[in-house]
């Protein structure tokens, strides 16, 4: 069989994964130019942490190891607009968002990509850890986990069939491990270079102080309660909060206490002891079916409510404009504003975004929005 060579541009982070994605690619006779994406320019300039040129100049040092051209796509505007605005919207409407799923749906795999096949190129890659194949009987392009203990097809769920036609993993498979011994061993610059953060524009200050120097808004305090209602003290913002928090609250009621709900109409956060932090049913809206056409029937599947979440078996049931999701054991800390991804075996068959948390034992069957 004849190889065929393509034309990618990967996403060049600065990191390993980016960088021995670009030297697998290269490895196999592709043309492949290194983009790097400037993303905490504009707005973000002050606030965002440092290091966005220090990343650029390390993937421009990988670039020139590996003998490939390198550009930098200025996509800060586009990421303000379409990523960091909604992340600080979502906490201050009592929601916790997951800024990686937008970013990747509409800036790595949206803008990076419509500027790829604008410059001639056939598609972009990325260090990502998630596997991609084509289903023949299907036509579709169908994501699998790849069993890698760094896999990351729960950060992928909301991308189309045509971003995904476009789009290769090189990394498929592989463990960290063995990505950063390549990058030894070809002598790439940022072998050993750390990690990047889990959410690349927040400091180690946290999302709040992020926030409010970035919108400029302070948080007025409000009321703790139970799920009574029952008055239980002062909070500092409904922002500082997520659900399934317990540490930090700044009040002592004797107990553990976690915080089960957010309630931005009346400026509350809803208190309960433990146990009140496990929820058996939740409802998702923004939909998306990623390896199958939409289902219309009740189904069973696995479905992770939080990346570091091990899969939990559910029954998956469309209704209204979206999905409820019966988990078979209460979860804990199931977030509004959080990606809900189910799984059949390896499969990725999509996700949605979790809208609201409900007990079973008070579902009644009605309108839940």
Known sequence: MVKVSMTYFVGMS????????????????????????????????VTAPAGARRDIADAERVCAALEMPHRVLDLSDQFCAL????FADAYLSGRTPNPCVTCNRLIKFGALLDYALENGADGVATGHYALVEYDGQSGRRQMFHTGSRK???????????RQLAHSVFPLAGMEKSAVRELARRHRLPVADKGDSMEVCFVPESGHAAFIRAYTGRDFP??????GT????GVHSGIANYTVGQRKGLGIALGQPMYVTAIDPEHNRVILGEEGRQFQDTCFLRQVNWLSVPPMEQPFRA???IRYQAAPAPAEIIPEHDGLRVAF??????????????FYRG????GGGVIQLTVDRGQFMGGDLL
Request: glycine letters at 12%; a negative charge.
């Open 302 to 304: 696995e479905v992770k």
């Open 328 to 341: 078979d054991q209460p979860q804990r800390a199931v977030a509004p504003g959080q990606s809900a991804v």
């Open 14 to 45: 600065g990191g390993v994964d980016s960088s021995v994605a670009a030297l697998l690619l290269k490895q196999q006779g592709h043309s492949v130019t290194g983009v790097t994406l400037l993303l905490r320019g504009g707005r973000l300039a």
């Open 151 to 161: 896999d990351q097809s729960y950060f992928l769920w909301s991308l189309s069939q």
């Open 346 to 349: 390896a499969m990725v068959l």
């Open 83 to 86: 990523v960091v605005d909604e």
């Open 229 to 232: 209602g029952r008055v239980l």
């Open 221 to 226: 305090p409000g009321e703790f309660a139970d």
